[in-house]
């Protein structure tokens, strides 16, 4: 039997796995890319007998795969929460998916699942994905004081953030090499403290990214809704779900939208509801669009054509109005 590990690049993925892998280890091969790069499981191909582990990658976007593997005679569970679509019933498929919660992220669903055993990896997970207020609630429950957990959150926001980009020549590092460098921690304050290179350079790499970041110009700002322009640059890449995040944060009754050039003169967007307002679904809105997905506080388009782009500019203010 071979253990296939598929997971997204950021955060949540990695955080979600480090947990799957401490409470069940495994020798297993690793698939992963960078944040955007969802459908994952088009790069496996399975042996009858085979395990694959799939964590933060969306089971609509994946199911078509799930099925051929699932033919091929492996067996699959899948850990996730963004939109699910259509289920797939088989004996073969183990599913912990919930895309119904604005609260809830892979690596907490993971946790649920193993009982909590590695929940400070489960905090960094949600830090990472911007549930700043289930984290905070989730940690202080479990004994962890306001600096520990500010400590959890800025590790979380750094691998985010190494997991943004076009390609993965834009990132510090390649995330199954981070998460190998994670993986050996019992916990995150551990690695934090006897890490410090590959710390570093994420929080260097961060600070100076968000600098240039604060200096790019506003498409569209109001009370209710913001629309934040980045130029084809490696940092723009790096930085934008970040910074969205940040801004969202800043101002929670307003919505946010960072469109950034792609190589191809297409546009990157990405897309943050009001954090005060979770009734207003962004992935709705990112929907209506090709290459547009997501979950219901945060979204995104992939490649958003030029001739889309004052419209999306004059669907995002009404949608948000």
Request: charged share 20%.
């Amino acid at each position: 039997m071979n253990y296939i590990d598929v997971f997204n690049g950021d955060a949540d993925g990695i955080c979600a796995l480090i947990q799957l892998r401490k409470a069940h280890p495994q020798n297993a091969r690793l698939i992963t890319g960078v944040k955007r790069d969802i459908q994952l499981l088009k790069n496996v191909e399975a042996a009858p007998g085979d395990h694959i582990s799939v964590l933060d990658i969306s089971f609509e976007k994946n199911r078509a795969d799930v099925q051929r593997l699932l033919n091929q005679g492996a067996s699959i569970e899948y850990y996730d929460h963004h939109k699910s679509g259509t289920p797939v019933s088989h004996p073969k498929l183990k599913t912990y998916i919930d895309d119904q919660s604005s609260a809830i992220c892979t690596g907490l669903l993971v946790d649920r699942k193993i009982g909590g055993q590695f929940r400070a990896w489960a905090l960094v997970a949600a830090f990472g994905d911007n549930f700043n207020a289930a984290a905070m609630t989730l940690g202080e429950s479990s004994g962890y004081d306001r600096e520990s957990l500010r400590t959890l959150q800025k590790l979380g926001v750094y691998i985010n953030y190494n997991s943004y980009g076009e390609d993965l020549s834009d990132l510090f590092f390649h995330p199954d090499a981070l998460y190998r460098h994670l993986q050996p921690y019992t916990s995150p304050f551990d690695f934090i403290r006897e890490n410090k290179t590959i710390y570093s350079t994420l929080a260097e790499g961060y600070e100076d990214d968000m600098g240039a970041a604060k200096s790019a110009p506003y498409l569209h700002q109001s009370t209710r809704s913001a629309i934040v322009f980045f130029d084809n640059e490696k940092w723009a890449r790096r930085v934008s779900g970040v910074y969205i995040n940040a801004l969202a944060n800043q101002h929670p009754d307003r919505a946010h939208a960072v469109i950034t050039q792609n190589a191809d003169k297409t546009y990157k967007v990405s897309i943050r509801s009001p954090l005060n307002k979770a009734e207003i679904h962004a992935d709705k809105l990112a929907g209506q669009f090709n290459t547009g997905g997501g979950r219901k506080s945060a979204a995104g388009i992939n490649a958003l054509s030029d001739e889309q782009f004052n419209h999306f500019i004059d669907s995002f203010k009404v949608y948000f109005s």
